[in-house]
Nanobody, 124 residues
Framework: QVQLVESGGGLVQAGDSLRLSCAAS????????MGWFRQAPGKEREFVAA????????NYADSVKGRFTISKDGANHTVYLQMDSLKPADNAVYYC????WGYGTRLIEDYDSWGQGTQVTVSS
């Protein structure tokens, strides 16, 4: 099993930046891909970004491309989401997810482990 703990959410103004962190523990050697998803009130959970653990190949949703950057620290089993130029449309609970034995994907059902989520609120 893999356990994930997110941190770094908060309240910011439009145009500001935030960095989310997600620390993985447990069977981390089985992680091939880590991703970030978000869920706004009344909406379905959606893909934000993903990174493959071995080669660091990244994948982004069109809505965040050019503003958000996903990165990893393999030694510390941590993945980050740097969010710049935040908009009110980015308001959501952000979840970290890990996929074991599989490469990058945008599909929620392909991820095996999930964090508890961290709230990001962007005021206009």
């Amino acid at each position: 099993q893999v356990q994930l703990v997110e941190s770094g959410g908060g309240l910011v103004q439009a145009g500001d930046s935030l960095r989310l962190s997600c620390a993985a523990s447990g069977r981390t050697s089985s992680i091939w891909t880590m991703g970030w998803f978000r869920q706004a009130p009344g909406k379905e959970r959606e893909f934000v970004a993903a990174v493959t653990w071995s080669l660091g190949v990244t994948n982004y949703a069109d809505s965040v491309k050019g503003r958000f950057t996903i990165s990893k620290d393999g030694a510390n089993h941590t993945v980050y989401l740097q969010m710049d130029s935040l908009k009110p449309a980015d308001n959501a609970v952000y979840y970290c997810a890990a996929r074991r034995w599989g490469y990058g994907t945008r599909l929620i059902e392909d991820y095996d482990s999930w964090g508890q989520g961290t709230q990001v609120t962007v005021s206009s």
